[in-house]
């Protein structure tokens, strides 16, 4: 079974979002019913190191994230990153969506004005650094 289309506030994804990175890929590959074998074979990662991801004891590389999550259908970041690690919380989710309905003129603007608001907040956090 292929996972269900990413969002995060479906049961399965939100099971997966409080897991750690073995943990995650783990869940990922059994939810796609292939074995460390099976998994190896599509993405041309050895069996073992495969084994090695899921229990810790090493970290794969950019390229083995980028295979591990075309095979098993998902995106990196949703095998990556924990829930709340990345991405806009609730409130500011909201406000992007409405932001899509903008005409083309409005939606520069208002990014125009959160990139300023951006390099604002990262000139603070340089002047209290130094």
């Keep these: 079974m292929i996972s269900p289309p990413y969002d995060p506030t479906h049961p399965y994804w939100r099971r997966i979002l409080l897991m750690s990175f073995p943990t995650r890929l783990a869940e990922a590959r059994h939810q796609c019913k292939l074995s460390q ?24 590389s950019l390229d083995a994230l980028r295979k591990l999550a075309m095979a098993l259908h998902i995106s990196i970041d949703a095998l990556v990153f924990e829930e709340g690690e990345r991405g806009p919380d609730d409130e500011l989710r909201l406000a992007f969506e409405a932001l899509a309905t903008f005409d083309p003129e409005d939606k520069a603007m208002a990014t125009r004005i959160i990139q300023g608001l951006i390099l604002q907040h990262q000139a603070k956090i340089w002047s209290k650094a130094s």
Excluded: D, F
């Design 37 to 60: 074998a099976q998994l190896s074979r599509a993405t041309g990662i050895n069996q073992s190191q495969i084994k090695r991801y899921e229990t810790g004891l090493t970290q794969p």
